[in-house]
């Protein structure tokens, strides 16, 4: 059993930064794939980032290429995510995800426990 917290989100002006954390309980992040999605108001869950524990490979979406770091520390079963240049559509309940040895990364489906959210909101 895996269980996810999220943290770090708030209010900020567009233009400023923010890191969300993600932290495991139950297991390691060992050998899981660990993704970032977010929901807005009105539209359905999209994927932001993910990161492949096997291998290290690291995928974004076009929308946030060259703004968002997804990062990991074994050790303390945490992955972050890194937001900068923040945009009023960043604004969203972002939500981490993982995946045993999983290799889809960008739908949601394929992943198997889920956090319970955290708000960002960016404004003009």
């Known amino acids: 059993q895996v269980q996810l917290v999220e943290s770090g989100g708030g209010l900020v002006q567009a233009g400023t930064s923010l890191r969300l954390s993600c932290v495991a309980s139950?297991?390691?992040?060992?050998?899981?794939?660990v993704g970032w999605f977010r929901q807005a108001p009105g539209k359905e869950r999209e994927f932001v980032a993910a990161?492949?524990?096997?291998?290290?490979?690291?995928g974004y979406a076009d929308s946030v290429k060259g703004r968002f770091a997804i990062s990991r520390a074994n050790a303390k079963n945490t992955v972050y995510l890194q937001m900068n240049t923040l945009k009023p559509e960043d604004t969203a309940v972002y939500y981490c995800a993982s995946q045993f040895l999983g290799e889809e990364i960008t739908t949601s489906e394929a992943y198997d426990y889920w956090g319970q959210g955290t708000q960002v909101t960016v404004s003009s």
């Open positions: 990161i492949t524990w096997s291998g290290s490979s690291i």
């Open positions: 139950g297991r390691t992040f060992s050998s899981y794939t």
